[in-house]
Nanobody, 119 residues
């Protein structure tokens, strides 16, 4: 089991910056991939950025060049968001793909943190 706790959301003006954090805890062998997804009102949840334990990253086209994902100690992930736009407004969710001590895969979500960008 992996528990994920996000923090860092809030209200910011267009062009501003925010930094989201996600801390993982629980009983697991390792976390292979950590990522951020977002869901705006009336829309489906979408990928924002992911990072593997080896450092490989993926970004949504809409955030490339503005957002940066990072990880430390294999259990925490961060999303640095710059040049924010009103269309970035959404609930941001942390995600983790893990392995337990029996090497079984697991996929876990945080509770989400609201990001609101005003124009």
């Amino acid at each position: 089991q992996v528990q994920l706790v996000e923090s860092g959301g809030g209200l910011v003006q267009a062009g501003g910056s925010l930094r989201l954090s996600c801390a993982a805890s629980g009983n697991f062998l390792r976390i292979d991939v950590m990522g951020w997804y977002r869901q705006a009102p009336g829309k489906q949840r979408e990928l924002v950025a992911t990072m593997s334990s080896g450092g490989a990253t993926t970004y949504a086209v809409s955030v490339k060049g503005r957002f940066t994902i990072s990880r430390d100690n294999g259990k925490n992930t961060y999303l640095e968001m710059n040049s924010l736009k009103p269309e970035d407004t959404a609930i941001y969710y942390c995600n983790a793909e893990s392995r337990d001590y029996a090497f079984r895969r697991g996929n876990y979500w945080g509770q989400g943190t609201q990001v609101t960008v005003s124009s």
